[in-house]
């Protein structure tokens, strides 16, 4: 019986490297010069996995996401896996803006990643299995050909690929 082998595509957060990316920008916020007397600040809650960001007005706001952003990518993470919420006021006439950690695939993106893969007419059988894809074939060379194939196009959630065997 021909051995089958499979690969899983995720989309997953570190929630450890997205705390480490937080403390390390507020120790960024509290040592730069433009943030001086400012009430700027971001923190993480991981129950909910959601990153809230809070500042003086709208400008200092986009300098803390930038600097979320800077240590975001500067640790591997995906940027896409940052779901921006509306910017509101807050307390004391600041301003707050709140971030989804996106975890999983969400239907609809699986549905468009299955698609993708049929499409492309490998010998491959993907398959949804909750919030993430799990693509099977006999050849390991066709597996790595999805891989890329998946790679190069754009789905609107960051992908990675797990538990190859």
């Given amino acids: 019986m021909p051995q089958e082998f499979s690969f899983d595509v995720v989309s997953k957060v570190d929630l450890q490297a997205a705390d480490d990316c937080v403390n390390a920008g507020m120790k960024e916020i509290s040592t730069r010069f433009d943030f001086k007397g400012s009430v700027s ?14 500042s003086d007005d709208e400008g200092k706001l986009k300098s803390v996401l930038d600097i979320l952003q800077s240590r975001w990518a500067r640790r591997g993470l995906p940027l896409k896996s940052l779901e921006p919420g509306k910017v509101e006021p807050a307390e004391n006439g600041t301003v707050r803006q709140k971030f989804k950690i996106i975890q999983g695939i969400v239907q609809e993106k699986a549905k468009l990643i299955v698609a993708a893969v049929k499409e492309a007419k490998l010998k491959v059988t993907p398959s949804i299995q909750g919030d993430q894809v799990r693509v099977a074939s006999k050849s390991k060379d066709e597996l790595q050909t999805t891989m890329t194939l998946l790679k190069g196009k754009d789905f609107g959630v960051a992908l990675q690929f797990a538990n190859f065997r």
Avoid at 41 to 54: F, N, P, T
């Fill in 41 to 54: 600040q971001m923190s993480l809650d991981k129950k909910i996995g959601e990153i809230a960001l809070l």
